[in-house]
């Protein structure tokens, strides 16, 4: 095998395995601290990353520096599939299963809360939160901008369900402008991707 020919097999494969993931160019070198540009030149098989970066990748994608190497066709990791399908779930499972507990707790202490069922009412904004760093990492813009949406009406219920707030109508209008706000961000992000 020759060297363009090495090259080629590697960019197939970063290429191959940066769309299944369904990160763009530019994502994966900043996971990577490399800019889009290099990774456009690695899918070329204009260049090649150094050996550690390619260690780097594989782990990134959980596959084997083999498996980016190799000549044989590439295969979906079955860890690399269920990693991200589950590890977002099981995380949010997490997060409800911590607001089970402390619901709990808070039932069984001798003196009464009454709001004890708020212990749940908290946990779909930290269930937002962690779903947004899972889209920060492995989703596109659409699932961020949804999870930081949660993020901000999950905490105006939060807010809304805890405080006795009379004027309501500030809060909420505050909410809606920065979901305004988040909108405009991540239509700024898309249009600069494109």
């Known amino acids: ?23 763009t160019q530019g994502q994966l070198a900043q996971l990577l601290n490399y800019s889009d540009k290099s990774v456009s030149k690695w899918e070329r098989g204009e260049g090649l990353p150094d050996a550690y970066v390619l260690s ?19 295969k979906i990791s079955g860890k690399f599939i ?7 779930y099981l995380s949010i499972g997490l997060v409800w299963l911590v607001a089970a507990l402390a619901f709990f707790i808070l039932v ?34 659409v699932a961020r901008a949804v999870s930081v949406s949660g993020i901000i009406w999950g905490g105006f219920i939060a807010i ?5 707030i009379a004027k ?4 909420l209008i505050a909410c809606a402008i920065f979901q305004a706000l988040v909108i405009l961000w991540f239509y ?6 494109r």
């Not at 363009?4 to 395995?17: G, P, S």
């Open 160 to 164: 809304l369900l805890t405080f006795p």
């Open 56 to 74: 780097l990748i594989a782990e990134h994608f959980g596959i084997t520096l083999n498996d980016l190497t190799s000549e044989k066709e590439p």
């Open 108 to 141: 069984m202490l001798p003196f009464n809360i009454e709001r004890e069922w708020l212990a749940f009412v908290y946990a779909v904004p930290v269930s937002f939160i962690v779903s947004t760093v899972f889209a920060c990492l492995w989703y596109g813009l």
């Open 188 to 193: 700024m992000m898309y249009r600069t991707k």
């Open 1 to 23: 095998m020759t060297e363009q020919e090495f090259k080629n097999i590697v960019a197939k494969r970063i290429a191959y395995y940066r769309k299944l993931e369904g990160i």
């Open 82 to 88: 269920k990693k991200r399908e589950f590890v977002p």
């Open 168 to 171: 309501i109508t500030y809060l």
